[in-house]
Protein backbone atom coordinates (compact mmCIF):
# COMPACT_ATOMS: atom_id res chain seq x y z
CA UNK A 1 0.00 0.00 0.00
CA UNK A 2 1.57 3.42 -1.23
CA UNK A 3 2.62 6.06 1.76
CA UNK A 4 0.74 9.26 2.58
CA UNK A 5 4.31 10.51 1.56
CA UNK A 6 3.94 8.40 -2.10
CA UNK A 7 0.14 10.12 -2.25
CA UNK A 8 1.32 13.48 -1.54
CA UNK A 9 4.22 12.93 -4.09
CA UNK A 10 1.98 11.88 -6.74
CA UNK A 11 -0.37 15.10 -6.25
CA UNK A 12 2.21 17.45 -6.31
CA UNK A 13 3.29 15.98 -10.03
CA UNK A 14 -0.12 16.64 -11.15
CA UNK A 15 -0.31 20.42 -9.89
CA UNK A 16 3.26 20.78 -11.31
CA UNK A 17 1.74 19.48 -14.76
CA UNK A 18 -1.03 21.45 -15.01
CA UNK A 19 1.36 24.72 -13.67
CA UNK A 20 3.26 23.21 -16.60
CA UNK A 21 0.35 23.57 -18.82
CA UNK A 22 -2.69 25.48 -17.82
CA UNK A 23 -4.13 25.65 -21.05
CA UNK A 24 -4.30 21.67 -21.92
CA UNK A 25 -7.44 20.47 -21.43
CA UNK A 26 -7.51 18.70 -18.51
CA UNK A 27 -9.62 15.94 -17.39
CA UNK A 28 -9.34 13.82 -14.08
CA UNK A 29 -8.66 11.00 -16.32
CA UNK A 30 -5.64 12.99 -17.59
CA UNK A 31 -4.56 14.23 -13.90
CA UNK A 32 -4.87 10.28 -12.59
CA UNK A 33 -2.25 9.04 -15.35
CA UNK A 34 -0.19 11.46 -14.68
CA UNK A 35 -0.40 10.40 -10.55
CA UNK A 36 -0.47 7.14 -11.56
CA UNK A 37 -3.43 6.44 -10.35
CA UNK A 38 -6.97 5.41 -11.74
CA UNK A 39 -9.08 7.74 -11.92
CA UNK A 40 -11.47 6.70 -8.87
CA UNK A 41 -8.42 6.37 -6.49
CA UNK A 42 -6.67 9.06 -7.84
CA UNK A 43 -10.18 11.32 -7.18
CA UNK A 44 -10.21 10.28 -3.29
CA UNK A 45 -6.37 10.76 -2.59
CA UNK A 46 -6.71 14.37 -4.18
CA UNK A 47 -9.22 15.57 -2.18
CA UNK A 48 -7.44 14.35 0.84
CA UNK A 49 -4.67 15.62 0.12
CA UNK A 50 -5.85 19.40 -0.84
CA UNK A 51 -9.30 19.39 0.38
CA UNK A 52 -10.92 19.56 -3.10
CA UNK A 53 -11.78 17.69 -5.83
CA UNK A 54 -9.72 17.67 -8.50
CA UNK A 55 -11.70 19.09 -11.40
CA UNK A 56 -12.98 22.17 -8.25
CA UNK A 57 -9.09 22.28 -7.44
CA UNK A 58 -8.17 23.09 -11.35
CA UNK A 59 -11.18 25.83 -11.84
CA UNK A 60 -9.78 27.52 -8.24
CA UNK A 61 -5.85 27.70 -9.56
CA UNK A 62 -7.64 29.01 -13.38
CA UNK A 63 -8.82 31.73 -11.66
CA UNK A 64 -6.17 32.62 -9.60
CA UNK A 65 -3.82 32.68 -12.14
CA UNK A 66 -6.27 34.11 -14.40
CA UNK A 67 -6.68 37.23 -10.93
CA UNK A 68 -2.91 37.40 -10.87
CA UNK A 69 -2.49 37.60 -14.75
CA UNK A 70 -5.09 40.63 -15.06
CA UNK A 71 -3.66 42.16 -11.83
CA UNK A 72 -0.29 42.32 -12.95
CA UNK A 73 -0.13 42.08 -16.72
CA UNK A 74 -1.55 44.18 -19.70
CA UNK A 75 -3.19 41.35 -21.78
CA UNK A 76 -6.61 41.43 -22.41
CA UNK A 77 -9.61 39.05 -20.66
CA UNK A 78 -9.52 36.76 -24.00
CA UNK A 79 -5.75 36.47 -24.21
CA UNK A 80 -5.76 35.41 -20.32
CA UNK A 81 -9.14 32.76 -21.34
CA UNK A 82 -7.25 30.84 -24.06
CA UNK A 83 -3.75 31.00 -22.13
CA UNK A 84 -6.25 29.21 -19.10
CA UNK A 85 -7.50 26.86 -21.47
CA UNK A 86 -10.98 28.46 -22.17
CA UNK A 87 -12.21 28.10 -25.32
CA UNK A 88 -15.32 30.81 -24.58
CA UNK A 89 -14.85 33.87 -22.88
CA UNK A 90 -18.82 33.51 -21.69
CA UNK A 91 -17.90 30.03 -19.96
CA UNK A 92 -14.88 31.83 -18.66
CA UNK A 93 -16.80 35.15 -17.48
CA UNK A 94 -19.29 32.94 -15.73
CA UNK A 95 -16.83 30.93 -13.75
CA UNK A 96 -14.53 33.44 -12.82
CA UNK A 97 -17.79 35.61 -11.60
CA UNK A 98 -19.25 33.02 -9.36
CA UNK A 99 -16.01 31.81 -7.88
CA UNK A 100 -14.44 35.50 -7.26
CA UNK A 101 -17.83 37.14 -6.69
CA UNK A 102 -17.04 40.09 -9.06
CA UNK A 103 -16.43 40.58 -13.04
CA UNK A 104 -13.47 40.09 -14.65
Not at 65 to 74: D, M, S, V
Not at 77 to 82: G, K
Request: charged letters at 15%.
Amino acid sequence: MPSPLMHSLAVQRVMEAVTDHPASDWQVDDMARVAGYSKFHFSGIFARCTGLPPHRWLLHYRIELAKALLQRTGYSLTSITHALGYTSLGTFSYRFTTTVGCTA
